[in-house]
C-alpha cells in the first residue's frame, strides 16, 4: 500500500509539472496552441483570436497579386504569411484586405487591419502616423517605358515637359518624379492602382510609368514583349511592416519574426519562389531598424 501511495504522489507531482511547463501562471503570459504571449498585446489578443487582418497590394505582380485563388500572391504576402505562422494563427484565418498606396495609413490608424506588408516604403512622414518594422527588402524606383522606346533613359529624360509619366496617388515614387519633370500637373498622370498606370503607357495615354525596379520588373515577366526598364533604379526604397504608431511591443516582435526568418532561410525562400522568379536580386537582408 505503501509503494502504491509513493507512485501516486510522484504521478501527481510529475502532472502538476507538466502543466506548469505547458504555460500555467508565469507571470502573465497566455496563447492558444503552443504558443504563449504576454497578456494583453496584440500578439496575445491575435492568437487568442486565432484571426487576422492583412493589408497588401492586389496588382502587384510579385509581391501582392490576386491569383487564379481569389487569393493574392507575391513576396509582401508570403513575409505576412511568416508573421501570421509566428502568431501561432493558421494560414486559412488571414483575411487578405487589399491597401492601395493612398489608403495604407488609414487602415492602419482606423483599424481595418492589424498590419500591412504592401510595398509599403519606410519614410519619415509615414511615421508621423504609423509606426515600421522592418525593413525586409530593399528595392529602388526605376522607369517602366515602351520596348521599342529610346528617348527616355532616366528621370532627366522628363525635364524637357514633353512626356507623361505615370504613378500612384500617395506613393513614395509619385512624390521623388515630381523634382524631375518640368510641369507636374501636366506631366504627371496618378492613378489608384499601377495596372492601370501599366494600362495608359501599353495604349500611349502616357510615355512612362515610375515606381519600385521589381514591381515593374513583374510586369515585363508578364509582357517582355511590350515594356522593359530605362535606366538604372536612381532612389532606394527599404520595405517596412506597417502597424499601429503606440504598438513597440508588435514591432519589436515583428523585427525579431523577420531576424529570425533570415537566419532559418525562410526569408530567401519566399523571394525564390515568387519576386526572384521575375529577375530582381535579392540581396543581403537589410539591417532591421528597431527605433
Known sequence: MRIKRVA???AVAALALGLTACGGDDGG???AGSKSFTAGTTMEK?????KIKVGTKFDQPGFGLKGLSGKPEGFDVEIAKIIVKELGIPEDKIEWVEAPSKVREDVIVNGTVDLVAATYTI???RKERIAFAGPYYEAGQNILVKKDDTTITGPDSFKDGTKKVCSVTGSTPAETIKQYVKDVGTQLVLFDTYDKCRDALK???VNAVTT???ILLGYIAKDEASFKLAGSNFTKEPYGIGVKKEDADFRS???DTLDKAVADGSWKKA???TAGKFGAELGSAPTINRY
Open 123 to 125: 519614410n519619415d512622414k
Open 46 to 50: 491575435l492568437n487568442k483570436a486565432q
Open 271 to 273: 523571394w525564390d519562389g
Open 253 to 255: 516582435f515583428i523585427n
Open 203 to 205: 495604349g500611349g495615354q
Open 8 to 10: 501516486a504522489v510522484a
Open 29 to 31: 503570459d497566455t496563447g
Open 212 to 214: 519600385d525596379n521589381v
